[in-house]
C-alpha cells in the first residue's frame, strides 16, 4: 500500500510538472539541441574520413554553434517558465520555496564547473581540427548564457523564498500590508451593515450621534456620519471656442492649415457635446450626514439638505457600494463607498419601515453573505443611470 501511495504521489508530480512545462519553448529547445548535434556530428565525421578538412565543415560546425546558443537560451526560458508558474504552489508547499533557487543553484554551479574544465583543455586553433574547435567554442558561449542565467534565476528564487517565509510570519511588505489592511477595513463596514440591519429587524432603534457642529431641528436624531463619494445626474451647457485663421503662402500651406483647423474645431465640437450630455458630475468626497428627517451633505464648503419626505425614488444597492436617490424638484443623487451598505440599511429603515429590508432583493446579499471581493467599488460610475419609474 505504501508503494502504491508512493508510485501514485509520483504519477501526480509528472502529471503537475507537465502541465506546468511550456510546450512550444521545449519542443523548439529539444529541436534546436537535435539540430546542433546533428552538425556537430556530421563535420567531425567529415573531418575523420578525408585528410583535409571540406569546404563545408565550417559553415555547418558554425550552424550547430548557432543553434546551440539559441537552443541555450530557450532551455533558460523553459526554466524560468517553470519556476514563475510554480510560484503558486509555493504557499502550500514549502519545499518548492527551496527548490525555486536551490535547483537554479546546482545548476548554474554544473555549468560553471563545466565551462572551466572546457577552458582549461581548450586546444590552440588548429586548420585540421576546425570542426572540434568551432564546437568547442560555440559550447563555451551556451555554459556562459547557462551560468549567467541559472545565477539570476537562483536571486530571484531566493527572493521569492525569503518572501515567502516572511509571509508565513507575518512579515507583510507594505504594499500587501496596506491592501489587507483596506480589505479588513471594508468588511468591518459590511459587518457593520449586517448588525444595523438585523438591530433594526428586531425593532430596535439605531443609535444616535452627539453634533456638535451642525444645529439639527427639533426632535432631529443623527444616525450616521461618513465621507462618501458625491455626484449628481443632470445635463449642462457646454460651449466651446470656434477658430479661425487667414493662411497666406504655398497653396499646401494654405491647404494644411485649413484642414488642421477644421480638425482642430470637430473635435472641439464633438467634446462639448459628450460633456453636454446627461451624465454623472460633481464627483467628490463629501460628507454625509444622515438624520431621521433629511440627509446633509457638504459639498462645496456649504451644506445642502435633502429632505426624506421629497424622496421620489430610492434605489440602494448595498453589495455594489453605492445608492442613487432622486428628489422632487433637483437632479438624482448618487452615495458610493464604505459607508453606503449601513447608510442604505438604515434609510430604507427610516423610507419604507424595517420590512423593507427583507422584501427588497437589494437587500438579500447583505442579510445573507459576505461581499465579494470585486464588489467593493463601482466598477464604472459614469455607467450608471437612475432607473426610470
Known sequence: MAMRDAYISIAQGLRAFFRILPRGFTITAAVLTIVSVACFGLSR????????????????????????????????????QIQTRTRSWQSDRPWIDVLAWMLPLLAGGASFFLLHTLIGLAPEWDNNRRAETWALFFSLLALCVFCVGFGVMTIRGWFIHLGRVRRRRGWLPQRERLALDEQNRWERAWRSSQEAATSLLSRRVPQTLSLNDIMLRPEELAFLRAPLNYARHYATDVSYVHTSGFYFGSPLFVAAGLIGQSVANSHAKAQAARESQLQWREWQVASVVLTNE????????????????????????????????????????????IGVPHLSVVMASILRGPDYLQSNPAFEPLLTERPSKTGRTVEDPSRIEPRQT
Open 294 to 337: 433629511r440627509l446633509l451633505i457638504r459639498v462645496n464648503s456649504q451644506w445642502l439638505t435633502f429632505d426624506h419626505a421629497a424622496v421620489i425614488s430610492f434605489h440602494p444597492e448595498p453589495s455594489r457600494w453605492y445608492i442613487v436617490i432622486e428628489y422632487e424638484g433637483t437632479s438624482p443623487l448618487m452615495l458610493s463607498g
Open 45 to 80: 565525421r567529415a573531418e575523420a574520413t578525408n585528410d583535409e578538412s571540406p569546404f563545408y565543415v565550417a559553415p555547418l560546425t558554425q550552424l550547430g554553434g548557432l543553434a546551440l546558443l539559441v537552443a541555450a537560451c530557450f532551455w533558460l526560458a523553459v526554466a524560468v
